[in-house]
């Protein structure tokens, strides 16, 4: 489901410094599309591909000063969700949690501690890896269309986390939640995503 990850060699960042356009052609290539779920979560998706232009221009005009004290895609996924957020506050906008109530009030009480933790494992999967059920190209497709489906701050959420395997820390601070509402955010995707799964063992369909 994700796509092949781009090796950010200092050659490459060298390239990108120098504003080389191949380069930079394909970091956007490989990131755009992350960067779209940021904005989602934050401002909606009206405005979403509008503030990601926004940060490629940002992110190509100020590459040359960046340090790596982070990532370069922690780096720019920061660029796109300050600027999701600044077009937030510039509406008088404010996030709406609704999706984290609907995922508190959605969820059954025995599955999660007060502290948003699994209180049970969740259940087993009737085949010997995850691996081998990703191998399946149908079940792949499931699985890219449910997290599609996902309200924008589960998305985003999840695929920072779980495809793109940013820290807690980052997805907390790039998204501008607190620790409490990714966890739930997060826990709700996973929990759809296990769902689609034990559906799809059981009818071999989505």
Not at 12 to 29: H, M, P, T
Request: hydrophobic share 40%.
């Amino acid at each position: 489901m994700a796509a092949v990850s781009l090796e950010i060699t200092d050659e490459f960042l060298k390239l990108l410094k120098a504003q080389d356009q191949d380069a930079f052609s394909e970091l956007v290539r490989h990131h755009h599309r992350q960067m779209i779920y940021v904005a989602r979560g934050i401002i909606g998706e009206a405005q979403a591909e509008e503030v990601v232009q926004e940060a490629w221009v940002s992110i190509y005009r100020n590459l040359i000063k960046f340090e790596g004290r982070s990532s370069l895609k922690t780096w720019m996924l920061t660029i796109v969700s300050n600027g999701a957020k600044t077009r937030l506050r510039k509406e008088s906008r404010q996030v709406s949690f609704a999706d984290v109530e609907a995922s508190l009030s959605g969820l059954s009480e025995d599955l999660f501690n007060p502290d948003g933790h699994w209180s049970k494992p969740p259940p087993e999967w009737d085949i010997s890896s995850p691996d081998r059920l990703l191998e399946e190209s149908q079940l792949k497709d499931c699985i890219e269309k449910t997290t599609n489906s996902l309200p924008e701050q589960q998305r985003a959420v999840f695929v920072l986390r779980e495809i793109e395997q940013q820290a807690l820390e980052d997805v907390r601070n790039i998204l501008g939640l607190t620790d409490s509402n990714v966890r739930v955010l997060l826990h709700r995707a996973r929990l759809k995503l296990m769902q689609v799964i034990d559906r799809y063992q059981e009818t071999g369909s989505c």
